[in-house]
């Protein structure tokens, strides 16, 4: 009869599987923290220039309605006479028949 020594070679084989695996872990793990980091730096910098736009929508509001005012101020009679010729276009695009 032969003997077969198949217990040691198992126990090799399980240790190195879990070594494998251990390191496959990790290397994901860093993976996943690298991706994570860039994400977030993404994020950071679209924030900031979501900010940047509001801010420069919001000056240009504020220079149009600027203008507007000057205009309405140099020019009363003119304002009144466009808001209700503009009132007028559309009361009779919204009217219906």
Same mark, same amino acid.
């Given at each position: 009869?032969?003997? *077969?020594?198949?217990?040691?070679?198992?126990?090799?084989?399980?240790?190195? $599987?879990?070594?494998?695996?251990? %390191?496959?872990?990790?290397?994901?793990?860093?993976? !996943?923290?690298?991706?994570?980091?860039?994400?977030?730096?993404? !994020?950071?910098? +679209?924030?900031? %220039? $979501?900010?940047?736009?509001?801010?420069?929508?919001?000056? *240009?509001?504020?220079?149009? !309605?600027?203008?507007?005012?000057?205009?309405?101020?140099?020019?009363?009679?003119?304002?009144?006479?466009?808001? !209700? $010729?503009? $009132?007028?276009?559309?009361?009779? +695009? *919204?009217?219906?028949?």
């Amino acid at each position: 009869m032969q003997s *077969t020594t198949t217990g040691p070679s198992i126990i090799g084989a399980s240790e190195q $599987g879990a070594e494998q695996i251990e %390191k496959l872990s990790g290397t994901a793990q860093e993976t !996943v923290n690298r991706l994570a980091d860039a994400t977030a730096a993404r !994020v950071r910098d +679209l924030g900031a %220039k $979501g900010e940047q736009m509001r801010q420069q929508w919001m000056d *240009t509001q504020e220079q149009w !309605v600027g203008s507007a005012r000057e205009c309405v101020r140099g020019h009363p009679i003119a304002s009144v006479a466009i808001a !209700v $010729g503009v $009132g007028l276009l559309l009361s009779r +695009l *919204t009217s219906r028949q």
